[in-house]
C-alpha cells in the first residue's frame, strides 16, 4: 500500500491566495474584512489611531476607571477621626474653628435656633 500524503486544506490554499499581490487576492481580502467588520481598505496612522479609539469601550463602562477610587474608605476614616477628636486624641482645626464660630454667634443672640423657637423664648420671659 502507498502512503497516503495528507491533503491540502482549503484555509491554507485560501491564506496562500490572500497573501498575494494580485488584484483578485485585493479583492478578496477587501471583501472578508467587510463580511468580517474590520477596516476594509488600508489606512494611514492618523485614520486607524480614531478606529481604534471609536471601537473601544466607552470610559463610563470600564470598571477600572469608574471604580478607581473605591478602595478608599471615606465614611469610615471620618467616623473615625470623630472619635479620636471626641477622646481628644485627635485635633481637627476646622472643626475647632466652626465650634467656637458657632459658639459666639450663640452668645450674641444670632444662633442657629429656628426662628419660633427663638421668639417663643422671648415671649417667656
Given amino acids: 500500500m502507498a502512503s497516503r500524503l495528507p491533503a491540502i486544506s482549503s484555509f491554507y490554499n485560501y491564506s496562500r491566495l490572500v497573501n498575494n499581490s494580485t488584484n483578485y487576492a485585493k ?3 477587501r471583501l472578508s474584512n ?3 467588520t474590520e477596516v476594509v481598505r488600508p489606512m494611514d496612522y492618523n485614520s ?3 478606529v481604534q479609539r471609536v471601537l473601544q469601550k466607552p470610559i463610563d463602562t470600564q470598571p477600572d ?3 478607581y477610587y473605591d ?3 471615606h465614611p469610615e476614616t471620618d467616623k473615625l477621626m470623630s472619635v479620636l477628636r471626641y477622646h481628644g486624641l485627635f485635633r481637627d482645626e476646622h472643626a475647632d474653628f466652626n465650634e467656637e464660630m458657632e ?3 450663640e452668645m450674641r443672640g444670632k444662633g442657629r435656633k429656628r426662628f419660633f423657637v427663638r421668639h417663643a423664648e422671648k415671649k417667656k420671659k
Avoid: G, T
Wanted: zero cysteines; a positive charge; charged letters at 30%.
Fill in 65 to 67: 476607571i469608574v471604580n
Fill in 48 to 50: 486607524a489611531s480614531i
Fill in 27 to 29: 479583492r478578496m481580502k
Fill in 103 to 105: 459658639r459666639l454667634r
Fill in 71 to 73: 478602595y478608599i474608605r
Fill in 34 to 36: 467587510n463580511i468580517l
